[in-house]
């Protein structure tokens, strides 16, 4: 059976490749390899998402499902002041993803291999949460990232969401709907939907939050 980049540890051997891409106008270099989500360049809906995100000056941000550190990367790069953390539980995007945040320069960057939500420490939270999520994990995986994304923002915070209309947009909509209590279409292209949901602000935080 062949790899899915969910995969935590790829059986396939290693094919290292160097791709660029232009991403909210600047240039970016990427380190892929075999067994990664769109390993030969930036996906379609990685793009859409990157260029309608909204990354506030200062802002803790949380990529889910990093793969190769695209989306994670590049928050970080609009956000020298803010600090990105990068998740994914397969261990060649966690290397990879590494290497390219390396590569970069960038210091406000931090990633960690592990399932989801699993390697945070207890009721740490985000200004931010980005997320491309693996489809083909299925929809519990999918909206298990909504309902995980949701108890870590802070008040006012946001999460933000790439998807495909024809690979469950609608469900995925009205997902958020029930959790955020609201949702916004940031922007449409291709087939693709980047979704926007904002937790209320003004709630009180729970007890015993960590801010990082």
């Given at each position: 059976m062949s790899d899915h980049y969910y995969t935590d540890v790829p059986s396939s051997a290693p094919r290292p490749r160097m791709?660029?891409?232009?991403?909210?106008g600047r240039t970016f270099r990427f380190e892929t390899d075999a067994g990664m989500f769109s390993n030969r360049g930036v996906d379609f809906g990685t793009?859409?998402?990157?260029?309608?995100?909204?990354?506030?000056?200062?802002?803790d941000v949380l990529d889910v499902g990093c793969g190769y550190g695209?989306?994670?990367?590049?928050a970080a790069a609009l956000a020298p002041d803010g600090f990105v953390t990068m998740i994914d539980r397969n261990l060649r995007a966690v290397e990879l993803a590494r290497r390219n945040a390396e590569r970069l320069g960038l210091k406000n960057v931090r990633v960690l291999a592990g399932n989801l939500f699993e390697p945070l420490a207890p009721g740490e939270t985000f200004d931010v949460v980005l997320t491309n999520p693996p489809i083909r994990a299925g929809k519990d995986v999918v909206h298990g990232i909504f309902e995980g994304a949701f108890a870590r923002l802070r008040p006012g915070g946001s999460l933000w969401v790439v998807i495909q209309k024809k690979q469950g947009a609608p469900s995925a909509q009205a997902k958020l709907e029930s959790l955020f209590g609201g949702v916004e279409v940031a922007d449409r292209d291709g087939g693709y939907r980047v979704l926007r949901a904002v937790k209320a602000a003004g709630l009180p935080e729970n007890p015993g939050v960590k801010r990082q």
């Open positions: 791709i660029e891409a232009v991403l909210r793009r859409l998402l990157i260029e309608a995100m909204d990354i506030p000056a200062g802002a695209p989306i994670g990367i590049v």
